[in-house]
């Protein structure tokens, strides 16, 4: 087994493991940061709407030896705008991108762009885009991002439990506000691809948060029938249990998004996909953290309030410490089946000490005070399994 499988086996066992959820206050506080600055960068920076959302030109040229700058400088002083200048390959074609312009506008920049690079302006291909359209997607992005909300937390609700579901919502929440701070403080446009990279962000951290969620109900399940973990100690063991395969699935989602964004957009000039990987490498880092150190710290925080949780809590907390009063530690000289006795006789089910007397014939006469009494063999009372299974059904 290798050195990863064998850690994610101790960590599956309880072997060993990270206090996730006895450090919550820790995580809540480093996002609750982020998300400070995330609102600071929106309400000082605000974003960076690309020209499908503001409305604006996009002039493509063919294959020329201006660069950027002086093709930004041109094209900034022509529209009295700022400009977004990209290289579409290695033969110096660039996509010149002003936001704001009307028609007039659009065609003095081209005539500008056009003389700087020495061809005809028929030859320059320009694109005049109206912000009507741009509000149009941006509100059928808000009414798909609500709709996909509102289903989220009823299929989890139904398929876990409210808690959960309420749990996952504030992990997504999360994850949206991170990356939108992220755009808003560095300055990223945000483009249509952004738009299409957040909404496909949202199905992955659900995804990530719900097979964590299935491992702490499949934990959790019989947890008022023992005596050994509060809640909130079977919830991190079931965090650690899923510990490796969220990260080995985190890996395994940013490396190809990773390569797409620092080499296909870095070094090839991805445009549209440039913008979809920037917004999905920060969305799956941002959820990947959401899943590991908020979701699950948030459902056992809210189980904690429910009164049945808490009583078995203090349930738990009292026998540990009686156990330590004794000598013991919290896990030692624990025995498993004494406690099991117990419960069994908390429901009312017979347990060893609820055994039925003996009959009267089985029980040693009653010697009067003086009287000598031959002790002989000890009659046991006939045993009730006695005889079950076999081919005549009688006793022997």
């Keep these: 087994m290798s050195r990863l499988g064998d850690l994610g086996?101790?960590?599956?066992?309880?072997?060993?493991?990270?206090?996730f959820v006895a450090k919550r206050k820790i995580w809540y506080a480093v996002s609750i940061l982020i998300t400070i600055l995330a609102?600071?960068?929106?309400?000082?920076?605000?974003?960076?709407?690309?020209?499908?959302?503001?409305?604006?030109?996009?002039?493509?040229?063919s294959a020329t030896d201006v660069s950027v700058e002086k093709a930004r400088e041109v094209a900034e002083e022509a529209s009295d705008s700022p400009a977004l200048v990209q290289t579409l390959g290695d033969d110096g074609s660039m996509r010149i991108q002003?936001?704001?312009?009307?028609?007039?506008?659009?065609?003095?920049?081209?005539?500008?762009?056009?003389?700087?690079?020495?061809?005809?302006?028929?030859?320059?291909?320009?694109?005049?885009?109206?912000?009507?359209?741009?509000?149009?997607?941006?509100?059928?992005?808000?009414?798909?991002?609500?709709?996909?909300?509102?289903?989220?937390?009823?299929?989890?609700?139904i398929a876990f439990e409210w808690r959960m579901a309420l749990a996952a919502l504030i992990a997504l929440i999360h994850d949206l506000t991170i990356t939108v701070g992220v755009y808003a403080v560095v300055g990223f446009e945000v483009t249509p691809g952004t738009v299409i990279g957040l909404l496909t962000i949202l199905g992955y951290s659900l995804y990530d948060t719900v097979v964590v969620f299935d491992g702490l109900k499949e934990t959790t399940k019989n947890f008022t029938?023992?005596?050994r973990f509060t809640?909130?100690?079977?919830?991190?063991?079931?965090?650690?249990?899923?510990?490796v395969r969220?990260?080995?699935?985190?890996?395994?989602?940013?490396?190809?998004?990773?390569?797409?964004?620092?080499?296909?957009?870095?070094?090839?000039?991805?445009?549209?996909?440039?913008?979809?990987?920037?917004?999905?490498?920060?969305g799956l880092t941002a959820g990947a953290y959401?899943?590991?150190?908020?979701?699950?710290p948030l459902v056992a925080d809210f189980k904690k309030r429910e009164p049945r949780i808490r009583a078995q809590d203090r349930k738990i907390l009292s026998r540990r410490a009686k156990r330590q009063e004794n000598g013991g530690g919290p896990d030692a000289d624990?025995?498993?089946?004494?406690?099991?006795?117990?419960?069994?006789?908390?429901?009312?089910?017979?347990?060893?000490?609820?055994?039925?007397?003996?009959?009267?014939?089985?029980?040693?006469?009653?010697?009067?005070a003086g009287a000598s009494v031959s002790r002989g063999p000890r009659r046991q009372p006939a045993s009730r399994g006695r005889g079950r299974g076999r081919p005549s059904g009688k006793r022997r």
């Design 9 to 19: 086996a101790k960590l599956y066992r309880g072997e060993i493991g990270v206090d």
């Design 39 to 61: 609102f600071a960068g929106l309400g000082i920076r605000g974003l960076h709407m690309g020209v499908e959302f503001e409305g604006g030109a996009v002039f493509t040229t």
């Design 98 to 157: 002003v936001s704001g312009l009307d028609t007039e506008q659009s065609n003095v920049t081209r005539a500008a762009l056009a003389d700087e690079l020495g061809v005809e302006t028929e030859d320059l291909n320009a694109e005049l885009i109206g912000p009507s359209w741009g509000s149009q997607i941006a509100n059928q992005a808000w009414q798909g991002l609500a709709i996909f909300l509102v289903l989220v937390v009823i299929y989890l609700a």
């Design 225 to 227: 029938k023992q005596t």
């Design 231 to 243: 809640y909130s100690e079977l919830a991190n063991r079931s965090l650690n249990g899923t510990l």
């Design 246 to 282: 969220s990260i080995n699935t985190s890996v395994v989602a940013l490396l190809p998004v990773g390569a797409l964004l620092f080499i296909g957009g870095g070094l090839l000039g991805g445009g549209m996909l440039n913008d979809i990987a920037l917004s999905l490498f920060v």
């Design 290 to 296: 959401s899943s590991i150190m908020i979701a699950t």
């Design 334 to 368: 624990f025995d498993e089946d004494e406690d099991e006795v117990t419960d069994e006789a908390e429901d009312g089910t017979p347990g060893l000490e609820d055994d039925p007397e003996p009959e009267d014939e089985g029980r040693r006469p009653v010697a009067a």
